[in-house]
DNA sequence: GTCTATAGACGGATAGAC
DNA sequence: GTCTATCCGTCTATAGAC
């Protein structure tokens, strides 16, 4: 056997994208440097350089990585009994996320990385696509459940849910004191009047 | 008399701000160098240093100048008879501008600046409020004329309304086929159903 | 002769990649 | 730690208006 151990590698891999990301959303991508990410993985720049062939690398697999994990979340949802409840709290759970301010800069920086960088918004546009597509799953259920106002389709629905999601980290980004369980309320009542029912079923 | 034209001075002005903001919505702030801007704008390093004192400030002129502009167009809107006729005009006006790829990039930038330039964030900051205000004052008043819902405060309402002009601006920078007046329809939908009262008074 | 506007070269600093 | 490349902003010099 080599001395290559996956699970180490992967360790560290992880280490290095944490520290990355920090970075990033610290100072953005442009005005890292890899030896601001070397410093704060606790590692050589030669090191640094077997695990990743370039700053680039190290900033597109945050949001590889990121992409995984909202796939578990939304796979998680579309097993839920109520899939109206599924749906809110799923939006829920992403908008909450504004409450970590280096994910809000993540995005932001993410956002307008891919305005000039084709392959990587390629990437971002995959995994909105994929959040947008687990969105509609659950509001396409929902409706065949009688919860969803039948005027609304599945896919402009979903769109527009995750364009309040977006609309959410930008106003944190722009408000630092902004009061996150009051937006998320007003942020439920738009999703309740712009989606259900004019005569809901019951009462919710 | 000095040799000093405010006009010409003003012209010229103007001229690197175009150059510079095309420059910056292209590559962004940190990659676009000086010497991008001279060439876009036809001059010489020496002139561009003569007008602004540095890069930065060639960026923050894009949105001084911008915010004097909406100014205008809210100012207008509190003219208009129809309040709510004019907050959907309002709206309708600022989601269109995603119709212009390089005002998307722009503000993209600017939010991704603004998360570590606290002085520029503090720019934003005022730009974003000016516009909530001026929302807030047309959903005010077209509640004094019984078009919107009692349930729903004009702050939190012209926050929303905000941040749903930024869902657009965000979903035009991921999906560069975006059928716009369909979006703009949607928008107008949620809208209505968000802010005007369950049984309103007329049709619309 | 004083001021504005312009040009263009260059210094010092710093970055990415290995 | 090195090597090459690049960038910002300063600096000097020149032209013209009053």
Chains 1, 2 share one sequence.
Request: aromatic fraction near 6%; hydrophobic fraction near 50%.
């Amino acid at each position: 056997m080599r001395t290559v151990d996956p699970a180490k590698h992967a360790a560290k891999r992880a280490t290095i994208v944490d520290a990355a990301a920090g970075c990033f959303a610290e100072k953005g991508f442009e005005r890292t440097t890899t030896a601001d990410i070397c410093r704060a993985a606790g590692i050589s720049s030669g090191s640094l350089f077997h695990y990743f062939p370039n700053k680039r690398a190290m900033f597109t697999a945050i949001f590889t990585d990121d992409a995984a994990e909202t796939a578990g979340r939304l796979e998680t949802a579309a097993k839920a009994d109520d899939q109206w409840e599924a749906l809110l709290d799923v939006v829920t759970e992403l908008a909450g996320q504004v409450a970590h301010p280096a994910v809000v800069r993540l995005v932001l920086e993410a956002a307008a990385q891919a305005a000039r960088d084709d392959e990587f918004a390629e990437l971002i546009r995959r995994n909105d696509g994929a959040l947008r597509d687990g969105l509609a799953v659950l509001v396409e259920r929902a409706a065949d459940a009688g919860l969803i106002d039948p005027g609304v389709t599945a896919r402009a629905a979903a769109g527009w849910v995750a364009g309040l999601i977006d609309a959410m980290i930008l106003r944190a980004s722009l408000d630092p004191d902004l009061d996150l369980p009051a937006e998320q309320a007003v942020l439920r009542t738009i999703l309740v009047r712009f989606l259900r029912p004019v005569s809901p079923p019951d009462g919710a």
